[in-house]
T-cell receptor
Framework: EAGVAQSPRYKIIEKRQSVAFWCNPI?????LYWYQQILGQGPKLLIQ????????DSQLPKDRFSAERLKGVDSTLKIQPAKLEDSAVYLC?????????????FGPGTRLTVT | GQNIDQPTEMTATEGAIVQINCTYQ??????LFWYQQHAGEAPTFLSY????GLEEKGRFSSFLSRSKGYSYLLLKELQMKDSASYLC?????????????FGTGTLLAVQP
């Protein structure tokens, strides 16, 4: 079974520039998550989709961050304009409602450096 | 408020046993997860507890006490490859959200 795919793996941009990240979840997983992980911290949920609808975006800085999952499969996360404090790893995860634990499967992440 | 506490770093010896503790205070609770994260890699699922007690899976075991807001991850027969960060995460509520709140992680160094 293929895992969660993300691209690019690394990105370096200057502050005030824009950047977009892409995620393709595990086939059949209806729920998709975007997390931000700053160095030395645990992942923080930015947004959660159930199919193509937003379930939780309470911690998404909506003045600069946006995300979409138009067809309920892959998703993009955009930052416009970027700030220095956005330097982090952006993790995408997916889960299914089958089973008991509904554990989340994570992709390899995109490491963003804002200079 | 939401608060999950774990030690920042731990060191242990190859072949030994180590216990990583996690305490939590969250507005809701619907399960506790442990994830392993090697440097530069994605977190991988280790264990899940929703009822009190011990769950054993090979060399790894996880314990939960809901009344105390406490969990631990026990690693036996430590191997060098177990050097990683171990993340404790609480699922805040059930239903649609399945939202995980992560601690900052415990960086475990296994020494020869």
């Amino acid at each position: 079974e293929a895992g969660v795919a993300q691209s690019p793996r690394y990105k370096i941009i200057e502050k005030r520039q824009s950047v977009a990240f892409w995620c393709n979840p595990i086939s059949g997983h209806a729920t998709l998550y975007w997390y931000q992980q700053i160095l030395g911290q645990g992942p923080k949920l930015l947004i959660q989709f159930q199919n193509n609808g937003v379930v939780d975006d309470s911690q998404l800085p909506k003045d600069r961050f946006s995300a979409e999952r138009l067809k309920g499969v892959d998703s993009t996360l955009k930052i416009q304009p970027a700030k220095l404090e956005d330097s982090a790893v952006y993790l995408c995860a997916s889960s299914t409602r089958e089973g008991v634990s509904h554990e989340q499967y994570f992709g390899p992440g995109t490491r963003l450096t804002v200079t | 408020g939401q608060n999950i506490d774990q030690p920042t770093e731990m060191t242990a010896t190859e072949g030994a046993i180590v216990q990583i503790n996690c305490t939590y205070q969250t507005s809701g609770f619907n399960g506790l997860f442990w994830y392993q994260q090697h440097a530069g890699e994605a977190p991988t699922f280790l264990s899940y507890n929703v009822l009190d007690g011990l769950e054993e899976k090979g060399r790894f075991s996880s314990f939960l006490s809901r009344s105390k807001g406490y969990s631990y991850l026990l690693l036996k027969e430590l191997q060098m490859k177990d050097s990683a960060s171990y993340l404790c995460a609480v699922r805040d509520t059930g239903g649609a959200t399945n939202k995980l709140i992560f601690g900052t992680g415990t960086l475990l160094a296994v020494q020869p």
